[in-house]
T-cell receptor
């Protein structure tokens, strides 16, 4: 398969530990912030999103935190499993003005889970 | 399989040739998006359709690129006179009406221009 993760920040965690992946965003007008997971050779897979008027949202084993003061987004993965190994991207969605409805992706982070 | 599908998965072409990619979105999804992704980077928006109407195009979409969605279902992306800089993964995504925040991506078409 192809490598999506060249030259990306890398996070290595032990299986069973919790993972925290961080993202800084730029557009304070974004309406949604979304996390995607991309495995080698595959397209991005939607994980979880959060509206701009929220500061925390939980899913199955994942939690997204939004800090609008410092324009920071994080994805927490509980009890990390080998299948979580992938590149993770944060993305912004701004419904206002030109460029609406297009996702703007941040830099990815490669998560490697050590068995 | 009811996900977004793309064809072909891989395409190798010589510089100057034309290529065409196809995307079949999830049925009931009225919005369809094209993105381009180069190695180590996140996807970059190219264009999107609502039904058969192409509503927005990125500056990345030069005049050598054209996209269509003639019947509001599948879409094609054509690149004319390919250049080595066109080598990338071309991703298609679709979203359900009213769920614009959830774009579902296909596996992509990997283009290599030699």
């Amino acid at each position: 398969g192809e490598s999506v993760g060249l030259h990306l920040p890398t996070l290595s965690v032990q299986e069973g530990d919790n993972s925290i992946i961080n993202c800084a965003y730029s557009n304070s007008a974004s309406d949604y912030f979304i996390w995607y997971k991309q495995e080698s050779g595959k397209g991005p897979q939607f994980i979880i999103d959060i509206r701009s008027n929220m500061d925390k949202r939980q899913g199955q084993r994942v939690t997204v935190l939004l800090n609008k003061t410092v324009k920071h987004l994080s994805l927490q993965i509980a009890a990390t499993q080998p299948g979580d190994s992938a590149v993770y991207f944060c993305a912004e969605l701004d419904f206002s003005g030109a460029g609406s409805y297009q996702l703007t992706f941040g830099k990815g982070t490669k998560l490697s889970v050590i068995p | 399989d009811t996900g977004v599908s793309q064809d072909p998965r891989h395409k190798i072409t010589k510089r100057g040739q034309n290529v065409t990619f196809r995307c079949d979105p999830i049925s009931e999804h009225n919005r369809l998006y094209w993105y381009r992704q180069t190695l180590g980077q996140g996807p970059e928006f190219l264009t999107y359709f609502q039904n058969e109407a192409q509503l927005e195009k990125s500056r990345l979409l030069s005049d050598r690129f054209s996209a269509e969605r003639p019947k509001g279902s599948f879409s094609t992306l054509e690149i004319q006179r390919t250049e080595q800089g066109d080598s990338a993964m071309y991703l298609c995504a679709s979203s359900f009406p009213g769920r614009l925040n959830e774009q579902y991506f296909g596996p992509g078409t990997r283009l290599t221009v030699t």
